[in-house]
Each structure stands twice: as structure tokens, then as C-alpha cells.
């Protein structure tokens, strides 16, 4: 870390160098508020602009130092100090402003943005709230309802927008050093320190109905209601006694569960497309890409690839057939424009980038090719026996499959080692996770091209071992399994989805199996029993075989009544299910116990080598399966369990 003091004319400049992200380390602390002392006692400097090298201006307190007491000086003094210090100081934003950066930012008299800069508080997607002033600052410095959008949303926005708000004070064109000391060497009338004004007015009916609205968008969340405290106690206490409030909730959440949950999240998205047996390996170019197959997951493959302006050619069996998959193509970017996500000349230019064809012979130059055909192994063999007279013999060639052994797949086509699993999630464009599946002879370029495939498209690449399933869709076949097992045993369906729900997923097992249709699995048990293994009877092939495929039947594990999509507990199901029912002990706590249950299943995985790291195995279930993202994942959050357990 290094913080540099220039001068330039009567402006002092302070550069904070503390790469990767200028995060407030304790030594960068200190060298601030030494800053101050120094430069207020400089009787040759009228005023300071702080200023950051690298990528960006302070992206926020060290997260890596929440795990351990804080060292002084602490980050509120460090604000106050620059905002009582005798010389005015100008924040000058590049990159990203953030929680504690942005509270260093606010204790300055001024702040200056280029454009492409963004500030914010995200403290809450860290599972605590702004600990240096930001919930008692922002709502004297902007209208509360502002504040409250900024703090518990926690998404950053965009200089333009912030100097709309009132957030920053002007956004420079060109060099921002130079407009920045401009700015500070301009004459202007000094505002009070943020501190010294009284907070933003609001009616006796303003907060219940911010509350409600707060409460509803954090789906169970703590951080969001305890920042939305923060803010109404300093709407309401005076300064000193609001940032006391504030610390005090800081420090306690800091140490919840949900932010260690949270904070290791933070640390593994960041280092899952970075996996060290690939340092140093160079991943080939992805100039353009071709899928086979334009059905949902093929589409939205392509709708993925353009959305990274990838150009892409799909390819289909025949006419009709490629119709289809460009309409369905067509019909995700309309669907974005109609939600008011895309603007209609962007899903145009989504569009135009997709090549129709019925002709392998067009993918002669194609760097990779995804194969997102219907999974059934003689489908997808001819596939890969086509393309692999069609391509390039260094063209990667992938499979989307999600249950099949990919070396079956590719068997006899020259060049295994360009040969690689990439397993999509429905809908492919919106699903961050990427499965990435290397076979035992694909070559670390190739893995090494998956990996940044990933990054293109912004997802979170996991890789994983073969095996059924791979990594999400083995855990789920547990988690299904174990929460039939409940239902033999006497649990009620609706409690069982219940419980998951108060865990925090968006729906239960069986809520989530009605929505998807309890056919898919069950005609890939059929097909396996057709094979000769043993695959014993699970309750959702007794409701299947009853014509129960779920809402698309009017029915699955629920009854639905047209035209609604709530489930309503079923008699037909009872009785269906009524001889495989006994009364057995029951979990008293029936979330933890399927979440151990699929925390057993990690293990295994683990141990097998099909997934490298705990960490991945969440990441999986917290971007594919919709494990809430606050509770770590099921590994982190059986660990946890285990060691708050009295032993
Ligand atoms: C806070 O400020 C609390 C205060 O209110 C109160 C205090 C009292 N700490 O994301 P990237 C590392 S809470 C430590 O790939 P990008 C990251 O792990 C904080 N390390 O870069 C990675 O390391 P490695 C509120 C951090 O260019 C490297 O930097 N602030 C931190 O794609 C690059 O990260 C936030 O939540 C950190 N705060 O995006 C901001 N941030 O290379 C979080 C990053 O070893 N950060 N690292 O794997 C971000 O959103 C992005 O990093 C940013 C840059 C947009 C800034």
C-alpha cells in the first residue's frame, strides 16, 4: 500500500496505491488520517483532492479483515477527520465507489466523478449495513427515499444518475486528475460538512410503507430492515447518537452468520474462474460459436452468447426446425424488450448476430461448438460424428448434457482432447452457473477455453468430475430422494416445501417439481430401467404414471385450478400415495435436515474428486439451484451447523 502527496499549484493531490481494489486495509487507514494532520498543517495548500490508482477509487472497507476484531484507526474516525480537516478535500471517483469508499467519499466537502464511474453501498449483499456513516450521512445529503433505495437495494449507480440525485457534485469530462484539481482550485462557497445538516424531511406516514416495501424485496434478508433502522434512527436521533446506532448494528451483524455466509460467497465467485492448475494456460480464441439445437436450452445458449456479442450460427435438423429455434431466439430478446430490460435496437442487434443453418457444412471455421440436442445418447452421438467431419480439428467441441457420460458422447470423433462438457442452466441467458466438465484426455487449453468462455458470458464457472449428474443435478437427486423419504414417512408435502421456503429458496422440492414437470426425471429412470439397472420406484413415478406430470397437467404433487399457479394440497395425491406411506420419526427441523442431506451428498462428491473444493459445491447450488445465497451454500452451511452444535 502507498499513499503519495503531490502538489499541484496550492492543491495538494493524495494517491491511495493499494491494488488489487484500493480496499481500506488498517495501514491505509492510518496513512489517511496521518494525510489529514500533515496537510492541514501545510500553510502552502488551500485544498486536497484524493485521488486512486489502478482500476478504481476505494471499493470498500478489507473484507478480508471482518473475520477479526478491528484494528484502529477506525473507519469512522477516518471520515470524520476528513471532514473536519481544515482543507477541504474533493473526492475524485474513477471505477467504483464503495461502502466504506463511498463513506470516505461523503466525509470529503466535495465529490467528482468521470463518467463511467459508478457509487454505492453494497454493504447489504455482504449481510451488514454501512459502518462509517453512510445510513446517517446519505439522508442529509439526499431525500430519505433516496437513501433507503441506495442502502438497502445496495446497487451501485452510475455518476451521471448519482449527480442527478445529489450524490456527487459534478462528473468530469477527460482527465479526471486535472478536472478534479480544477474543481478544488475553483473559488466556491464551502458547503457544510454533511454532518453539521440536518437530515432530509419526511411525513409520519412515510415509513410504514417503506418498511413493507423493504421487508417484501429482502425475502427474509436481516441486513436490508436493520440498514432501513439505521436510516429512520437518523432521520430522527441526532448525529453523534446515529452513528453510534449505526456502529453498534455494523458490529453485530458483521458477526451474523448471514455475513460470514455472505462474505465467503464474496471470496469464492472470485476465485472460481481462476482454478490454479490452469495459471499460465493460454485459452484459445472465441471468435465465433455455433450450438446445435434451437429448443429452450439451445436458444438460450444463443440468447447468452449474443448477450456477449459473441456472433453465432444454430444450427437445426432441418427447415422447420430451425424456424423454431430462431423464433424461440427471437421471442427471449422480445420478451426483454416487453419487461423494459433491452431497448428494441438492441434486440435487434442481439438478432442480426444469429446465422440460421440446416448445414454442418457451414461450421468449416467455427472456433467452438456447443451441441444442445435432446438428450438421448444416439441423438447426440450423430451429432458429434457429423461435426466432427465438418469442423476444424482444433475446433472445441462441447455437450450441454446434463446427465450423460460425455465420453460416451464423443466416442471415436478425432481430437479428444478438444472435447469438453459445458453444462448450461435453463434459462441459459439469466443462469449464472456453467458447469464445466473436462473428460480425462480433454487438454488444459480446452479446459482453459471453457473457463473463459464463462468469463465472457459472466458466469461463475464451476468444474466438475463425471459422474450422474455431475455436481447439481447428483445433490438434487439426493434432496428430491430425501424429501420423498420424509413424505414416506408421514410429512406433510406442503410442510416439507414450507420449511424450504422459510429456509429461503423460492420453492419447495415438490413446488419446484410441478413447475418443472415430474416427467423429465422420470423418463430418465425409465430409460435406465429399460437398460437393466435398478432404479427402485419413487413416489413422483406413482403420480406420473397417473397422468400427474405437474402444472402443466393441472397437477403434480398439487392440485391447480386453470389460469393459477398456486399449489392447493391434493386428496388424489393421498390417496395415490397412501400405500407408500408409514409413520416414521421425523427431523424436527425439516430445512437442516435435507440440507445435511445434501451436504452428505457433497461430501461424497468431494471424495470422489467430482468437485475440487467445498466452495464449489456451493456455488453450484447457490447460481443453479437456487440455494439462498445468504446461508453460504449447503457445505458452508452444514459446517457452521456443526460447529455451533454443543459437542
Ligand atoms: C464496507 O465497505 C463496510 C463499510 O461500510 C464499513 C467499514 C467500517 N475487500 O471483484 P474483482 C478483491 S463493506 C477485500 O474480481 P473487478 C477480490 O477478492 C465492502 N478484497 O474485481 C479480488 O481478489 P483476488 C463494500 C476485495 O474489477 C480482487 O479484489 N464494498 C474487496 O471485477 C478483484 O476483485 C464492496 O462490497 C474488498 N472490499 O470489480 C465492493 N473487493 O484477485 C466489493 C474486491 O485476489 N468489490 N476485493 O481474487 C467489488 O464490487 C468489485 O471488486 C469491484 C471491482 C467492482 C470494486
Redesign the pocket.
Known amino acids: 500500500m502507498t499513499l503519495t502527496v503531490e502538489r499541484d499549484g496550492r492543491i495538494a493531490v493524495v494517491t491511495v496505491d493499494n491494488?488489487?481494489?484500493n480496499?481500506?486495509?488498517q495501514a491505509l487507514r492510518q496513512a489517511l488520517w496521518d494525510a489529514v494532520a500533515e496537510l492541514d498543517a501545510d500553510a502552502d495548500v488551500d485544498a486536497v483532492v484524493l485521488i486512486c490508482a489502478g482500476?478504481?477509487f476505494i471499493?470498500?472497507?478489507?473484507?478480508?479483515?471482518?473475520g477479526k476484531p478491528?484494528q484502529p484507526p477506525?473507519?469512522?474516525d477516518v471520515v470524520a477527520r476528513i471532514e473536519a480537516a481544515a482543507k477541504p478535500w474533493t473526492a475524485a471517483i474513477h471505477?467504483?465507489a464503495?461502502?466504506?469508499?463511498?463513506?470516505v467519499a461523503l466525509g470529503c466537502r466535495f465529490r467528482v466523478a468521470v463518467a463511467s464511474a459508478?457509487v454505492?453501498?453494497?454493504?447489504v449483499?455482504?449481510g451488514?449495513?454501512?459502518?462509517?456513516?453512510?445510513t446517517v450521512r446519505l439522508p442529509r445529503l439526499v431525500p430519505v427515499a433516496a437513501a433507503i433505495d441506495l442502502v438497502t437495494s445496495?446497487k451501485?449507480v452510475k455518476a451521471p444518475k448519482a449527480l442527478e440525485l445529489g450524490l456527487i457534485d459534478a462528473v468530469i469530462d477527460g482527465d479526471l486528475r486535472a478536472g478534479a484539481v480544477a474543481f478544488a482550485a475553483e473559488a466556491r462557497a464551502l458547503p457544510a460538512p454533511i454532518s453539521e445538516r440536518s437530515p432530509s424531511p419526511v411525513d409520519a406516514d412515510f415509513w410504514e410503507p417503506a418498511e413493507a416495501r423493504v421487508r417484501k424485496a429482502a425475502r427474509g434478508a436481516a441486513a436490508p430492515l436493520r440498514a432501513l433502522a439505521s436510516i429512520r434512527n437518523a432521520t430522527e436521533a441526532d448525529f453523534d447518537a446515529a452513528m453510534a446506532f449505526e456502529?453498534e448494528t455494523?458490529l453485530e451483524l458483521?458477526a451474523s452468520p448471514e455475513a460470514a455466509a455472505l462474505r465467503q460467497v464474496?471470496?469464492s465467485?472470485?476465485?472460481a474462474?481462476?482454478p490454479a492448475a490452469l495459471k499460465g494456460v493460454e485459452p484459445k480464441p472465441l471468435r465465433s460459436v455455433a450450438v446445435i439445437g434451437g429448443g429452450t436450452m439451445g436458444a438460450g445458449i444463443v440468447a447468452a452468447l449474443r448477450d456477449a456479442k459473441i456472433p453465432v450460427v444454430l444450427v437445426e435438423r432441418d427447415a422447420e426446425a430451425l424456424a423454431r429455434g430462431l423464433a424461440n431466439v427471437t421471442g427471449i430478446f422480445e420478451g426483454a424488450v416487453k419487461r423494459g430490460r433491452m431497448s428494441e435496437a438492441d434486440a435487434a442487434a442481439r438478432i442480426a448476430g444469429v446465422t440460421g443453418e440446416t448445414d454442418y457444412a457451414a461450421l468449416a471455421d467455427i472456433d467452438l461448438v456447443i451441441e444442445a440436442v435432446f438428450e438421448e445418447i444416439s441423438v447426440k452421438r450423430a451429432v458429434f460424428e457429423a461435426l466432427g467431419t465438418a469442423c476444424r480439428p482444433d475446433a472445441i467441441l462441447a455437450t450441454n448434457t446434463s446427465y450423460l457420460d460425455p465420453r460416451d458422447i464423443a466416442e471415436g470423433v478425432p481430437g479428444p482432447e478438444r472435447f469438453i462438457g459445458l453444462h448450461f442452466f435453463s434459462p441459459a441467458n439469466v443462469m449464472k452457473l456453467l458447469e464445466i466438465v473436462p473428460t480425462p484426455e480433454t487438454s488444459p487449453e480446452t479446459l482453459a477455453t471453457g473457463f473463459a468462455l464463462a468469463a465472457k458470458l459472466g458466469k461463475i464457472p464451476v468444474q466438475a468430475g463425471i459422474c450422474d449428474g455431475f455436481i447439481g443435478n447428483r445433490i438434487l437427486k439426493r434432496y428430491r430422494a430425501a424429501a420423498e423419504d420424509l413424505v414416506r414417512r408421514g410429512a406433510s408435502i406442503a410442510d416439507i416445501d414450507l420449511a424450504m421456503r422459510r429456509f429461503g429458496f423460492a420453492m419447495g422440492p415438490f413446488e419446484a417439481q410441478d413447475l418443472g414437470g415430474l416427467d423429465i426425471a422420470f423418463l430418465q429412470r425409465e430409460g435406465a430401467r429399460g437398460r437393466g439397472e435398478t432404479v427402485p420406484e419413487t413416489l413422483g413415478d406413482v403420480l406420473v404414471r397417473a397422468g400427474r406430470k405437474g402444472q402443466k397437467t393441472s397437477g403434480g404433487w398439487y392440485d391447480y385450478t386453470a389460469g393459477d399457479r398456486a399449489p392447493k394440497p391434493s386428496e388424489t395425491v393421498s390417496a395415490l400415495l397412501a400405500p407408500s406411506i408409514s409413520t416414521g420419526e421425523l427431523p424436527k427441523d425439516i430445512a437442516s435436515h435435507l440440507v445435511g442431506e445434501m451436504a452428505a451428498e457433497g461430501e461424497l462428491i468431494l471424495a470422489e474428486g467430482i468437485a475440487g473444493r467445498p466452495e464449489d459445491i456451493d456455488l453450484v447450488e447457490i447460481h443453479g439451484y437456487g440455494f439462498p445465497r445468504r446461508k453460504g451454500g449447503p457445505m458452508h452451511f452444514a459446517a457452521a451447523t456443526r460447529s455451533t452444535e454443543p459437542a
Open positions: 491494488p488489487p481494489v480496499a481500506l486495509s482500476r478504481t471499493a470498500g472497507a478489507d473484507v478480508s479483515e471482518f478491528p477506525h473507519l469512522p471505477g467504483s464503495l461502502g466504506g469508499g463511498f463513506e459508478s454505492g453501498l453494497p454493504e449483499t455482504l451488514i449495513v454501512p459502518g462509517a456513516g453512510g445496495g451501485p456502529r455494523f458483521r464474496f471470496f465467485e472470485r476465485a474462474p481462476r
